[in-house]
């Protein structure tokens, strides 16, 4: 959450919005954003039925828990990208986000 919260302001100045998401309580997600110092808005409390919805791997041990899944959403809500973890490792960095879509906007630019 730390790294995005670095990138927010270059984020929102392309237009783009952070929202995050846990399984948490809500008062676990607050203490653990005003850690990170996170701005952006978080759920908490999410479930395995909406973890379903998303198309998420839930994990069963530890009480249960939703793997990490991020989506990239273009105007309208159209996904222009989407990763879905069955473990820690295959995030999207915030840098990786920031390159694809100063690239998509670039090629929007030149079409337009």
């Not at 701005?39 to 041990?61: C, K, V």
């Not at 939703?66 to 840098?95: H, K, N």
Request: glycine share 12%; proline share 4%.
């Amino acid at each position: 959450m730390a790294a995005w919260q670095k990138e927010q302001d270059a984020l929102a100045e392309m237009g783009v919005a952070i929202v995050g998401a846990s399984v948490e309580p809500k008062e676990v997600v607050q203490e653990i954003a005003e850690k990170a110092g996170v701005s952006f808005p978080m759920a908490y409390g999410i479930t395995r039925e909406q973890a379903d919805l998303l198309g998420s791997w839930w994990s069963d041990d530890r009480g249960g828990y939703i793997q990490p899944t991020e989506f990239l959403l273009g105007r309208g809500g159209t996904v222009l990208g989407a990763m879905y973890a069955s473990g820690p490792v295959g995030r999207i960095s915030p840098d990786e986000a920031v390159h694809f879509i100063e690239g998509r906007e670039r090629a929007r630019l030149r079409s337009s």
